[in-house]
T-cell receptor, first 114, second 109 residues
Framework: NAGVTQTPKFQVLKTGQSMTLQCAQD?????MYWYRQDPGMGLRLIYY???????DKGEVPNGYNVSRLNKREFSLRLESAAPSQTSVYFC?????????????FGPGTRLTVL | SQQGEEDPQALSIQEGENATMNCSYK?????LQWYRQNSGRGLVHLIL?????REKHSGRLRVTLDTSKKSSSLLITASRAADTASYFC?????????FGKGTHLIIQP
């Protein structure tokens, strides 16, 4: 099992460009999450999907959109990238759609917006 | 907002010593989780302690939870070079899973 995979690993964008970060899990988990991590900071939740067909905003959703494509895949889209979105993005999944289970994380996407 | 705040921010000890990290949180939680992050990698779950538990062990890890003080501690015994990493606590509650800023642990050989 690959666990949680993310593509791409690195990306450089110019201000105003758009891109989609892809995430997939092969653990048959119900819930999936997108976080961002800035230097010296913990992770902040952008969006989450408690189950297939549902998505909800987290702590820092502005400037982002998400799509739960199916049970395996959860994508994060930046419509018009800004330098403030320079960060490392992590996707995670968990078995239950509640906050009582451990989360499994992908390796991250390092995004730089110039 | 950050749910957990770890203390210290950085810790350097000799291999074989014990490492203790503390975490304080602000609101009520269902559980308190600890994660490890090696440089440039994703987070790895270490241990989860529920709000009705006071202590939990897993291998060389010991976690305590004091809900009256809204605090938790992570003890790593007999540290190894491979334990060098950042450690994050995360409170699981109505607002979801929210992370602290982490403790960077360095194990000196």
């Amino acid at each position: 099992n690959a666990g949680v995979t993310q593509t791409p690993k690195f990306q450089v964008l110019k201000t105003g460009q758009s891109m989609t970060l892809q995430c997939a899990q092969d653990m048959n988990h119900n819930s999936m999450y997108w976080y961002r991590q800035d230097p010296g900071m913990g992770l902040r939740l952008i969006y989450y999907s408690a189950s297939e067909g549902t998505t909800d905003k987290g702590e820092v959703p502005n400037g982002y959109n998400v799509s739960r494509l199916n049970k395996r895949e959860f994508s994060l889209r930046l419509e018009s990238a800004a330098p403030s979105q320079t960060s490392v993005y992590f996707c995670a999944s968990s078995r239950q759609p509640t906050w009582v289970n451990e989360q499994f994380f992908g390796p991250g996407t390092r995004l730089t917006v110039l | 907002s950050q749910q957990g705040e770890e203390d210290p921010q950085a810790l350097s000890i000799q291999e074989g010593e014990n490492a203790t990290m503390n975490c304080s949180y602000k609101t009520s939680i269902n559980n308190l989780q600890w994660y490890r992050q090696n440089s440039g990698r994703g987070l790895v779950h270490l241990i989860l302690i529920r709000s009705n538990e006071r202590e939990k062990h897993s291998g060389r890890l010991r976690v305590t939870l004091d809900t009256s003080k809204k605090s938790s501690s992570l003890l790593i015994t007999a540290s190894r070079a491979a334990d060098t990493a950042s450690y994050f606590c995360a409170g699981g509650g109505a607002d979801g899973l929210t992370f602290g800023k982490g403790t960077h642990l360095i194990i000196q050989p």
